[in-house]
């Protein structure tokens, strides 16, 4: 079975179903340095800030899901949407380790509806603030948050916000 190394050194199977040891620093530290829109934005903006900023407008009850709802791209990487939807291998691949992910979090699949929507409004958030202006409509049936205006942080910053706004959910 094949095998990635993680940041903190581990041995992780991400096709495998019991894939190893999932640590938030891994997640952290692999979506810090991930770019938002396939890196076809105007500057470097991480899909670990994204998930931060994703866990801080859904309903509280819904934050800790939030910020790990692309946690499997830390382990597979993710594919723009036109792509991945033609990939359904991949997609199923995907929520498969997402599930095991969010278990080790005491989460479940499917994603709640407010988290799907708070991602579709940063999507359109992020777009409307860091990509050049759309050669035709997206097609998302939401509007960018007019209250959010991002900006960017460095890699660095965004791993230790992600960190931080984790520590903040799990504290009891």
């Keep these: 079975m094949s095998w990635i190394q993680t940041f903190t050194g581990k041995a992780f199977y991400p096709l495998a179903d019991e894939p190893g040891e999932i640590d938030i620093r891994d997640i952290a530290h692999a979506l ?4 938002r829109f396939n890196g076809h934005c105007n500057v ?3 899909v670990a800030q994204h998930s931060v ?3 801080e407008v859904v309903p509280s ?3 800790l899901w939030g910020l790990m709802h ?3 791209e830390a382990y597979l990487s993710d594919l723009p949407r036109p792509v991945k939807g033609q990939m359904p291998q991949f997609s199923e691949l995907e929520d498969k380790l997402l599930g095991r992910i969010l278990a ?3 989460l479940s699949l499917p994603m709640p509806s407010q988290v799907k929507l708070a991602d579709e409004q940063l999507l359109m958030t992020e777009a409307r603030d860091l990509m050049q202006s759309p050669p035709m409509d997206w097609l998302i049936p939401v509007d960018a948050l007019d209250d959010l205006k991002i900006e960017p ?7 230790q916000a992600f960190l931080q706004r984790y520590d903040q959910l799990t504290q009891c």
């Design 44 to 46: 470097f903006y991480s």
């Design 70 to 72: 692309d946690a499997a």
């Design 53 to 55: 900023h994703v866990s």
């Design 61 to 63: 009850e819904f934050a």
């Design 104 to 106: 080790a979090y005491d």
């Design 153 to 159: 942080m460095s890699p660095t910053q965004a791993e």
């Design 32 to 35: 810090s340095l991930q770019c």
